[in-house]
């Protein structure tokens, strides 16, 4: 009887650790930037809802790689001066609060992208871990 009770209590407990370890889960998307262009690039900047990052320079079949965190809603836009000045802005997929996953996002000659998004729409946390 006592080993029945004992397990019990072990599947009790890992139950409730699983339900905190979800129920904190932050949701992310992982961005992956190559320089497919055939030439490095400068002032690299890729602007998504409620936030931007970016990297002075990246060489040409180089990798970028930046985790976010999507508050809101909106475009996911890459911006990037290409050599002899010429400023070039790609407007990317819409993205929204709480989505998670990963995009990648190639570079391409010409000021053009392609961009592979995976995204799910995580769930919304409880009120009491905002």
Known sequence: M?????????????AMVSLLITACHSHHVELTIQNQTGTAIQLLEVDYPSASFGADKLAAGATFRYRIQ????????VMYTAPAGKQVKIPGPDLSNMQQGRVEIVLLPNGKA?????LSTGEPLPSKWH
């Open 2 to 14: 006592r080993q029945k009770f004992s397990a019990g209590l072990g599947l009790i407990a890992l």
């Open 70 to 77: 999507v508050e809101g809603n909106g475009p996911l836009t």
């Open 114 to 118: 392609e961009f592979h998004p995976q």
